[in-house]
């Protein structure tokens, strides 16, 4: 095991996992990596062997089938999955926050009903809260639940959905009208079933394709367009009662999620660290290694420092919220210093590989296009940096 990025006090199960994870890491994912994302082709075989691992269930309770293991753990793997492939990690990201959603808030029905099924990967999920016009404003949805009797009719347009058509069950915030003072307290998040695929996979509720991405290839983001779509109000996570407390349980969703996407900028960036090391040690330049010369070597040092930062902060996060403290202030901190340091020592890993890095041929290339798309996933930098600001102006309040 290298050097860089690891983590003390971790059980022997947890070695364990990580271990399997990036052994398969390096044998079924790096060397297909390229050609599939260049083809932009779903990983059916990679996907296949991470259900046989239990994966899709790895934090879900072993009462319903998963393995019960932390978020910690679930991290971490991330992480591993990154440093092979940031799509596959995608896969099973949002599928992790819904499980997490329905873990937390969701009704004993929707827990035995749909769990079990989740932990094998037989059901996967979605997560859906942003809109064409909306961005980090989500106050701003217009996505609307209206009741009709003891069911709930939904009419709008979301945006952004990692899985969006082989997901089984959607997590979808909407607003309700609850009669609350405040916007956030009339939201709602309804579990949508439907079937994987394109086009109409539930009365009303259509997938119309995948939207063309400069990265994050093979896996699917999508739209999803609400047409009359009608459920009952046993469909609303954790049951008729917790209608209204949509965002907020959203956003304990999107803490995690922010933990997620610090794993994955921590791969991304250990892989664009060993691309660079190895071919700074391999071309030669004026009669030495690329490695020899101060200014490479000091960009070597500089990168390994940031992994070490920010693997550093998104451990920190996560135990905080395995511990069942707040952590939104830790999580975005992991998720500003992670993402910014990715794209940072990416693009150095970039410079070291010259006029090649240029190249379809060199897998820097695609962690070129990839680390972008981390800088804005979970919430901007800017976004981070007002949860930041306020949750330190809290506590430290004159």
């Known amino acids: 095991m290298a050097r860089l990025a690891q983590t003390p006090g971790l059980t022997d199960v947890q070695q364990s996992i990580l271990e399997t994870v990036r052994d398969f890491a390096d044998k079924e994912i790096i060397p297909h990596a390229q050609r599939l994302e260049h083809a932009d082709e779903y990983p059916t075989d ?24 932390s978020l910690l753990t679930y991290a971490l793997v991330v992480e591993q999955l990154s ?22 808030h969701g009704s004993a029905e929707q827990k035995a009903r749909l769990l079990p099924k989740m932990a094998t990967g037989e059901v996967r999920g979605a997560f859906s809260m942003s809109e064409p016009e909306t961005g980090s404003d989500v106050s701003a949805i217009k996505s609307r639940a209206v009741r009709d009797g003891d069911r709930y009719v939904l009419n709008g347009q979301k945006m952004w959905l990692t899985n969006g058509a082989y997901s089984s069950v959607v997590a979808t915030l909407v607003k309700t009208d609850t009669g609350a003072e405040s916007v956030y307290g009339n939201m709602s998040t309804f579990l949508l079933e439907k079937e994987p695929g394109f086009g109409e996979t539930a009365p009303g509720l259509t997938i119309p394709g995948k939207i063309e991405k400069m990265g994050y290839k093979g896996v699917e983001t999508t739209e999803m367009v609400l047409d009359g779509v009608t459920v009952p109000d046993s469909a609303i996570l954790g049951g008729a009662d917790q209608v209204g407390r949509g965002f907020y349980q959203m956003m304990d969703g999107i803490e995690v999620g922010r933990v997620n996407v610090a794993a994955r900028a921590c791969g991304i960036s250990i892989r664009a660290f060993e691309l660079a090391v190895s071919y700074a040690q391999q071309r030669k330049t004026f009669g030495q290694p690329l490695a020899k010369h101060q200014a490479i070597a000091f960009k070597l040092a500089e990168m390994g420092t940031k992994i070490e930062a920010a693997h550093a902060l998104m ?17 975005g901190m992991a998720k500003l210093l992670a993402s910014e340091y990715c794209a940072e020592v990416v ?49 430290y309040k004159l």
């Open 46 to 69: 990679i996907l296949d062997g991470m259900r046989e691992m239990g994966l899709f269930g790895l934090t879900i309770d072993e009462e319903y089938g998963g393995l019960g293991e």
């Open 83 to 104: 440093r092979g492939w940031m799509s596959i990690s995608g896969i099973v990201n949002t599928h992790f926050i819904v499980a997490y959603l329905i873990s937390q």
């Open 315 to 331: 451990v920190n996060a996560a135990r905080l919220k395995d511990a069942g403290q707040r952590n939104d202030v830790e999580a």
């Open 347 to 395: 693009q150095e890993a970039f410079r070291i590989h010259g006029g090649y890095g240029y190249s379809k041929e060199y897998e820097i290339e695609r962690l070129m296009r990839e680390a972008p798309f981390l800088l804005i996933g979970e919430g901007t930098s800017e976004i981070q940096k007002t949860i930041i600001s306020r949750g330190l102006l809290k506590e």
